[in-house]
Each structure stands twice: as C-alpha cells, then as structure tokens.
C-alpha cells in the first residue's frame, strides 16, 4: 500500500507543484487545473496511438499545457477578466478541444510504449512507477530551482509578493503572471500525462476534481514541511501529495468505493484547511494566558513591593 501510494503521489507531484506556483506563488486561485490536466492526456494519448514516442509526445503534452496557461493569462491580465472567471473559461472550453483531440470520450492505450517501458524489464509495475516518478519530480524541481534562482524567476515571486511595488521597480507584471500561468499548466498537464499513461488510458472527465487534488497536495505539505526555502517548499509540494494519495489509499482499504473518491478528496481539504486554523486559535489562547499570568504576576510583585516600601517608612 505504502509501495503503491508513493508512486502514484510521484505522479501527482507535478500538478502539486503547479498547484502551488498559482496559488502560493502568484496568490491566485486557478480553475484552468481542471481542463488542462485532461488536455495533456489527451494530447499525449493522441500522439502516441499515431505513432508518436512516449518521450516526445510527454514533452508536448506538457507544451500545450503551458499554451492553456498563456490562453487563461491573457484572458486575465490583457482583457481584464477576473482570475477565477478566466480559468473557468480557459477550462471549458478545453473541455471541447479534449473531445476534437480524442474523437471520444475515452481513448485506451493498447499496444503502445509508455514511459515505465524504457526501464528495465525486471522490475515490478510499483517500482517502475517510483523510479519514473523520481526521475520526472528530481527534474521538474532542478530546473524550477534553478529558475527561481534566475533575475525572472525572482520577478515572478516578486510579482506575486507586491504587484505594484514590483511594477514601479520596472517589472513586466503581466509578463510574469502569464510566465506562471504557463509553467504552472505546464506541469499540471504533464501530470496528466503520466496518470493517463500509468491508467492506460485518457478520459475526458479525469480532470474533474483535480484542483481539490492539487489544493490539499499543498496544504498538506505544508503541514509536514514548513520553510522559506524554495527547495524545501517544492520537496513539500512533492511530499504532500505522496501523503494524500497514501491517505486516500488507506481510505478505500477501510472499504469505501470508489465512487466516494471525490467526497473523500473534498473532506480531506477541509481538515487540512481547518488544521492550522485550530492550531492557531489554540497558540494564540496559550499565550494570551501566559501573557495574563505574567502580569498577574507583576501586579502581585508591585503591591508586595508597595506594602515593603509602607512598613518601611511606618518604622521610620
């Protein structure tokens, strides 16, 4: 189950990551997520039932995600539309482009070579998953290390910290707000990819629900790994949405249907949202009480000092 769980959370882990660079990184909530998963599916499947190898049609799989996120941005920062209604556009109408790309609305991998196919034969099917999962995830988080290392990598976060001051510091905001709207779309459609490859095939309703994925897959991560670090918050991402896959297994081992995957993706959120909530409230009650106890404590000091200083002078 553990075994199982890691290599699925692996797979997941780059629509963690995109999760996180819109939500955390440009504080702006995305609703593309639900049709460019799908979209890299679908064009990845497409591809190599044509013929085309699984490296090459992964790679453009992970292109036309980006080319969803730079629809959404523009809806966004040149038309002007609301964030959230620019990714509701931006996924509805992927919903038909999926349809024109797969003519159906389930298209199954059959003979095809898929990635786990360029590892060695001997290996189980769990630890071909793992192994693809680290290669893709050690890649993903060099090169956006890497990246945000860089003069524009630093203007995105800068962007996403302070719009204006970064605007009046000579930064392309809406540049940079479209560059991660893109690298973000990007890597939830190559997450797509590799699901799509590892289930065998594409659907045109598996991006349904994948924003509650990829939402709970970073706030768990927090949770589990907290810093400033841009290496530890992308490790986080990655091990948040290894937990979440591990807590959805252990769920449908407690003998929920599938059907109830959904639900129990929905109930997860709210517990990983209302968590640090709670904790908070609690710090704060402990030490408001510990800030009255000490005054307490110097108010009883300064009355005792008081009646000293009297009996003091009385003698006198």
Request: contains cysteine; charged residues 10%.
């Amino acid at each position: 189950m553990i075994i199982s769980s890691l290599g699925q959370g692996l797979l997941w882990a780059p629509l963690a990551i995109g999760v996180f660079i819109t939500f955390r990184i440009l504080d702006i909530p995305d609703l593309t997520t639900e049709g460019s998963f799908p979209f890299g599916a679908a064009i990845t499947v497409s591809l190599m039932i044509k013929g085309q190898s699984a490296i090459v049609a992964t790679i453009i799989g992970f292109l036309a995600g980006c080319v969803a996120g730079l629809v959404t941005g523009i809806l966004d920062t040149k038309l002007k539309i609301p964030s959230l209604l620019a990714g509701i556009l931006t996924m509805t109408g992927l919903y038909s482009i999926n349809m024109h790309i797969m003519g159906k609305s389930n298209v199954p991998l059959l003979t095809q070579k898929v990635l786990t196919g360029y590892l060695p034969a001997g290996l189980t099917v769990d630890m071909q998953t793992i192994i693809l999962g680290i290669i893709v995830v050690a890649i993903v988080i060099a090169v956006l290390y890497w990246l945000f290392k860089t003069r524009l990598g630093l203007s995105l976060m800068a962007t996403g910290d302070n719009k204006n001051m970064s605007a009046a510091n000579g930064i392309n905001t809406d540049g940079m707000i479209i560059f991660g709207y893109m690298i973000s779309n990007g890597l939830i459609a190559l997450s797509g990819a590799l699901i799509a490859q590892n289930n065998g095939y594409a659907d045109i309703g598996m991006g349904i629900g994948t924003i509650v994925i990829g939402l709970a897959s970073v706030l768990v991560g927090e949770i589990f790994l907290r810093g400033n670090n841009i290496l530890v918050r992308l490790s986080a991402m990655v091990l948040g949405a290894i937990v979440y896959r591990f807590l959805l297994t252990v769920a449908m081992s407690l003998g929920f249907p599938a059907d109830d995957l959904k639900i129990l993706s929905a109930i997860i959120l709210i517990i990983v949202i209302c968590v640090p909530i709670i904790q908070n409230r609690i710090k704060t009650k402990r030490q408001l009480k510990k800030y009255l106890a000490q005054m307490e404590a110097e108010d009883d000091g300064s009355i005792t000092s008081k009646t000293s200083a009297k009996s003091i002078l009385s003698r006198d």
